[in-house]
């Protein structure tokens, strides 16, 4: 468990090794680095797959480190936005959500897959309703288009 530590030690620093002054709200490097332009998000995205890498290394299976891709993905694009994008580092810390995903797996392995089972599921499901509804959307858009043009 001495690479779990190193882990959770990776994640403060990522997501919340400082203080924002005046505030109880905590921030850690990977806020810091998404504030460069272009690369920040990129560099942020790249750590967090490291710990991601180091679960695979560890064997959790593939539905929790699913779960794990899922919030480091999720930290990546809604951290791309601008500013609010900033904001969503502050508040998400994707990187401490996958370590805490670890502890639970270690403390109760079979209890975390079926949850992370459920949620992958959920989340495809979401993304299948979302994709379908933009496509039927295009689909009504077009038509009304060529009723208009027509």
């Known amino acids: 468990m001495d690479q779990l530590k190193k882990l959770e ?21 990977d806020s810091l680095i998404g504030l460069i332009p272009g690369i920040g998000d990129s560099a942020g995205g790249i750590l967090s797959t490291y710990i991601i890498w180091q679960a695979a290394r560890m064997g959790v299976p593939r539905v929790v480190l699913m779960r794990m891709g899922v919030n480091a993905i999720f930290d990546a694009i809604l951290g791309a936005i ?37 949620s992958i599921a959920l989340i495809a499901l979401s993304i299948i309703v979302v994709v379908g509804l933009v496509a039927w959307l295009t689909i009504k858009l077009l038509a009304w288009l060529i009723h208009a043009i027509g």
């Open 82 to 118: 601008p500013f609010f994008g900033d904001i969503f580092d502050i508040a998400f810390k994707a990187n401490q959500k996958n370590v805490q995903l670890l502890n639970k797996y270690y403390q109760s392995p079979q209890a975390t897959v079926e949850r992370n089972t459920v």
């Open 9 to 29: 030690q990776l994640a403060r620093l990522l997501d919340n090794s400082f203080r924002i002054p005046g505030t109880s709200f905590g921030m850690g490097l």
